[in-house]
């Protein structure tokens, strides 16, 4: 089986159900279920023996000692992670914890499992942490894009959270042996994204009548990737990376934040006419301190070396990802009252950390 970290979280749970719509291998899925975790993403796979989930923290060595002892997974997948930029400008205490503490930890358990391993199955072992482009820092309109070898520079707590996990797995390579691959991708959207990221908040706030918050002037640049195309990227990476290596993966779709906001409001528009356009609804507000003007992947090594491309374009992507959220107004709501959380309180509350 492989072992997946965070994988009730939005690119996590994506994982998991296109993994095992394309392999009966089993997946071991440990995340904490803070308020970015939520199985209802995981609903389809109630009562599916290949879906083992563990409610509990990567930074719990004793946990995850004891989870690779009984399970022997072949791969680690480290999605695992607290992910939103603007809590970690409020709040950067958690994600030094989660990202870099709790990274260590699974190193440090990583390493200790692939001493009891067999030749065979210790050849075979991987640990594959999933990060972002968002440790090079920021590029002006006419730099070449982020490439595997750009030196970082991360300009938020999230970033330099998610730099120094990076940093690790690098040096658990270099210095132990870990079979290791990271993979460095830019921005994803598509169903199951936690609607205080631009994409589904933008959309909820659509519906809802409500203003459209655009941070500053709306230029910021980002390089937007379906998330089932970074799914495939990683199963790719797992399947054929060279162990140490690293990989940039991006959907070479630049688009300034404001023409992302403009794009979803005609889809709107189109799918559910209101009286006016919802381009209205764009309003302008204070900017994200520190906030990173443009971000774009240079994606060449992995489609030269392990032959992956992005099978979606922007345009079909985001009217797919509209529709989704139409069709899942139960789950955007249940996100939006809490009711999810509940949900974990009533299942864990009283039991504590169970699978
Ligand atoms: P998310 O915030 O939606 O999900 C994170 C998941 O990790 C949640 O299920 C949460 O409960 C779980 N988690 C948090 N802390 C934990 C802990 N201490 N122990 C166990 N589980 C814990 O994040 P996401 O957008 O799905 O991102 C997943 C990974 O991909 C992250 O490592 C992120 O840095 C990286 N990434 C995200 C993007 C993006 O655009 N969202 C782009 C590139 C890379
Ligand atoms: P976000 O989805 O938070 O991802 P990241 O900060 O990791 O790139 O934001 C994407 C871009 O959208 C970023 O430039 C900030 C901007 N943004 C807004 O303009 N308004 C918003 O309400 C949010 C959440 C983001």
Redesign the pocket.
């Known amino acids: 089986m492989i072992l997946v ?10 994982f998991v159900l296109d993994w095992l719509a394309q392999s009966d291998e089993p997946v071991l899925n ?9 199985l209802e993403n995981l609903a389809s796979l109630q009562g599916d023996p290949r879906h083992v989930f563990v409610r ?5 060595g004793e946990l995850v000692t004891a989870l690779l002892r009984q399970h022997r997974p072949r791969a680690i997948l ?7 930029v603007d809590r970690s400008i409020h709040a950067p205490g ?1 994600f030094v ?3 870099v503490q ?1 990274t260590y930890t699974l190193l440090e358990a990583a390493r200790a499992h692939l001493a009891t391993l067999d030749a065979g199955e210790r050849e075979a072992f991987r640990f594959l ?6 440790v090079y820092g920021t590029l002006a309109p006419q730099d070449p894009p982020f490439s595997e070898t750009t030196p970082y520079a991360p300009n938020s707590p ?1 970033a330099a959270s ?1 730099a120094a ?1 990076d940093h690790l797995v690098r040096a658990w390579h270099h210095t132990y042996g870990l079979p290791t691959l990271t ?7 598509g169903p ?3 609607p205080e ?1 631009l994409i589904p908040l933008m959309i909820a706030n659509a519906l809802a009548g409500k203003p459209l918050p655009v941070y500053g002037d709306g230029q910021q640049v980002r390089d937007w ?1 379906y ?1 089932g195309d ?1 799914c495939a990227a990683i199963r790719r990476v797992l399947e054929a990376g060279r162990p140490g290596e690293v990989y940039n ?1 991006g959907g070479s779709s630049e688009m300034a934040n404001l023409d992302v906001v403009g794009s979803l409001c005609d889809i709107l528009d189109r799918l559910v006419p209101a009286a006016g356009s919802r381009r209205k609804q764009i309003s302008f507000v204070a900017d994200r301190p520190g906030h990173d003007r443009r971000y774009a992947i240079d994606a060449r090594k992995i489609e030269r070396e392990l032959g992956w491309r992005p099978a979606h374009s922007f345009a079909a992507g985001l009217e797919d990802t509209v529709r989704w959220y139409l069709a899942h107004q139960d789950w955007v709501s249940h996100v939006q009252s809490g009711a999810y959380l509940e949900w974990v309180e009533r299942n864990y509350g009283k039991r504590g950390d169970a699978s």
């Open positions: 970290t965070g994988g009730a979280g939005f690119i996590g749970a994506n440990l995340d904490k279920l803070t308020y970015a975790g939520n509990g923290d990567i930074a719990d480290h999605f695992a992670a607290e992910s939103h958690q914890q989660t990202n709790g942490h999933v990060s972002t482009d968002e999230y998610k996990s993979t460095n991708c830019s921005n994803n959207y199951f994204q936690f990221k990737l998330v970074h993966v």
